[in-house]
């Protein structure tokens, strides 16, 4: 089996922020799995540093090994991660080469990946996200709307706790503005990204008790387990957190604090892990969400039953677009899990990609 990584760099349609980032452009990693004239696919977005993770430290390793054999290949490329360091650029690389994997597997055997892995559900359920700190009134409007009068997604998401958490009225006057846009029937989700301190969350919350928000996301830094925790037994909507767990061990510890555990294909350890992930979140009582990259999630989604929702995140969605053929729209809040293709139903549009390549 060969690896390689080839890295794209893709400009927003306009400035991205939240309460404690802000970016102009999107890196996405992709890996290419191939044996026996099949090609499988895996992506995760992050620094081109995320390439010579999968060139020189996984090729090597997994040239003599059997893409059927998923578990040795993982186990393999994980365990080379010792002294480099599991999370971070490393995870995202093993995720990526993980979902890669998968996919080839699926492929060489003529399957839907979503049908390789089992699926509990046709469809997976989605909600809009983006809503970003950036935009002026209109943009959101023309977004949130676009999602629940257009899309008929029912559940949308925007990001609060601008720099920092130091701009709160602006924060509540844009989640009175979703909700005018969104009407009653939608259910509106927040994202602090970690911004606010522990009593200013609760007190946010409590500020927009007649909004009925229904979700806050890392409403203190996800370090903050107690935080979390405390947060979580103040306030009505479900805290969650986890988008940025590399590991089981991490989704072990998180899961007593939060009331939805997010996990992330592409940093998580692939969807080996992400199945794995699942399965302690469901011994802890709890669902999970799927964090971003919409259409790498899409079959591993499909196979968890202990699924709430998945993040049709609006950068994610433009460059999965933009990028492969077989991209789903998702439309009346849900996206249709492929199962007429063979592995994940994607195939990269190499002349459009490649005028984004970067490495
Ligand atoms: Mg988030």
């Known amino acids: 089996m060969r690896l390689t990584a080839a890295v794209y760099r893709v400009p927003t349609d306009a400035p991205e922020g939240d309460g404690t980032l802000a970016w102009s452009s999107t890196t996405l990693t992709l890996v290419r799995a191939e044996a026996d004239r099949h090609t499988g696919l895996g992506w995760t977005y992050g620094p081109a540093a995320v390439a010579p993770v999968v060139t020189e430290l996984f090729a090597p390793l997994v040239t003599d090994l059997d893409p059927d054999d998923v578990p040795a290949v993982w186990t393999a490329m994980q365990r080379e991660l010792r002294n480099a360091g599991r999370p971070g650029v490393a995870g995202l690389a093993l995720s990526a080469a993980d979902c890669a994997v998968w996919d080839l597997k699926a492929r060489r055997h003529g399957l839907p990946l979503a049908r390789l892995l089992g699926a509990a559900r046709r469809e997976v359920p989605v909600y809009g996200s983006g809503g970003f700190t950036t935009y002026d009134d209109e943009r959101q409007h023309r977004q949130l709307a676009g999602w629940v009068h257009d899309q008929g997604i029912p559940r949308v998401k925007i990001k609060i706790g601008e720099s920092w958490g130091t701009e709160v009225p602006r924060d509540l006057a844009r989640m009175a503005a979703a909700r005018r846009t969104i009407g009653d029937d939608t259910e509106l989700y927040v994202d602090a990204n970690g911004a606010y301190q522990r009593k200013q969350a609760v007190r946010v919350m409590r500020a927009a008790a007649d909004l009925d928000v229904r979700w806050y996301e890392e409403p203190v830094s996800s370090d903050d387990l107690a935080g979390l925790g405390l947060v979580r037994d103040q306030v009505r909507p479900d805290v969650a957190a986890g988008e940025y767990g590399f590991d089981l061990v991490y989704f072990h510890r998180m899961a007593p604090y939060v009331d939805c555990l997010q996990i992330d294909v592409t940093r998580c350890g692939g969807i080996t892990e992400f199945l794995r992930a699942a ?81």
């Not at 996206?335 to 994940?344: C, I, S, T």
């Open 279 to 359: 399965a302690v979140a469901a011994a802890a009582g709890l669902q999970v969400s799927a964090h971003c990259a919409p259409h790498q999630h899409l079959p591993v989604a499909a196979a968890v039953p202990n699924l709430r929702h998945l993040e049709w995140f609006h950068d994610h969605v433009r460059i999965e677009s933009m990028f492969f053929d077989g991209a789903v729209p998702a439309t009346g809040g849900g996206a249709a899990v492929p199962l007429d293709r063979p592995g994940n139903g994607l195939d990269l549009r190499t002349a459009d990609a490649e005028h984004y390549r970067v490495g």
